[in-house]
């Protein structure tokens, strides 16, 4: 077993978001008062490199972010200190109660006790745990965060980091950075759902004072609908996913599609009415359920000794990943779950104003940067310390 420890980490640390799908990179600099941003850049991850969050390819993997890092746009990135997500779906989560006591005591316990709240054993898992401030109360005890992993998921992203000649400084869950990305100051009274609706799975997070409270992910994704539009409709994935971000769920749409077949030129009208949306709703239909059942589960096992029963229940969602640029599904989840459904701002423990300072079309491809964004904060962040 490995502790997650704390590792204190140089103002030049960067963040690496790693899916099955691609990968994103971010560096932020100090900028007076606030935060800038340094260095971006993205590359595809083929099919079979990393599947389920687990890598099958280290070589290729470490070529691909050796390559990606070479092409970074803005700043060239030099130094090796990074910060890197792990896979949301291996990981396991718990929030824990212990006595007060002293730090050593306390770890000594947690260790001791954290055989009964994952489902892998200890001596074969990457371990770390959080103490949680609360809010208001002065608790008569700790609230504990527990983190862990199996190490056998952990190790090869640490070789592959090594063999793209990078220093891995810090290695945490994605809820964490998206949290970090999503939360202003990371303090909300109230619980919030976030939902990370990405191209291979969508991740749910409910965030509560200054911690994550509960956690879940699926196989519902973006790519679903994508895939859904390019076979009903006989068209390109590329031009599908144009379709979906810009039209998507609007009641009447009507795009004309060019194909170029050699030298002549194929012409069509497709998607009058609503014809997308009946296209999309099935996908759409499973993405409410999992939710709803996500929350029910939520609400179920949210007994906390010292707050109210009101105070379990989540107030607003926030949308994050490449797949919350699907116009119109702010709307369509606001109707379907009740509850008011907006696009998160991952940039707001960034910039005060970032639509004066990032062009209009990386602001909104920014919500597909969220985790990188949270990586980037946590190296910042820590490094002001």
Known sequence: MKMLEPLTLKPTAFGIDISDSSLKIVKLKRKGAEFDLASFGEAEIPRGVVEGGEIKNEEALAKIIHQALSQVRGEKIKTEEVIVSLPEEKAFLRMIQFPKMNPEELEKAILFEA??????????????????????????????????????????????????????????????????????????????????????RTGLIVFSGRSIRFTSSFLTSSSDLTEALASKLGISSVEAERIKVNYGLEAKTKVRLEEKTGDSELEKEILEDHRVIQILEPALSQLVSEIKNFLDFYYSHASHEHSSPSRHEVKRVLLSGGGANLKGLDRYLTRELSLPVVLGNPWVNVLDDPQERVPEAYLRRSLSYTNALGLALRGIMTADD
């Open 115 to 200: 055989e009964n709240h994952i489902p892998v054993p200890v001596k074969e898992s990457c371990l770390g745990f959080e103490v949680i401030e609360p809010l208001v109360n002065h608790l008569d005890h700790f609230d504990i965060l527990l983190a862990a992993i199996p190490q056998k998921i952990v190790d090869p992203y640490i070789r592959v980091l090594k063999a793209a000649s990078l220093r891995p400084c810090a290695l945490e869950i994605e809820s964490s950075s998206t949290s970090r990305a999503l939360i202003k100051n990371g303090i909300t009274p109230n619980p919030v759902l976030l939902i990370d609706f990405g191209a291979t």
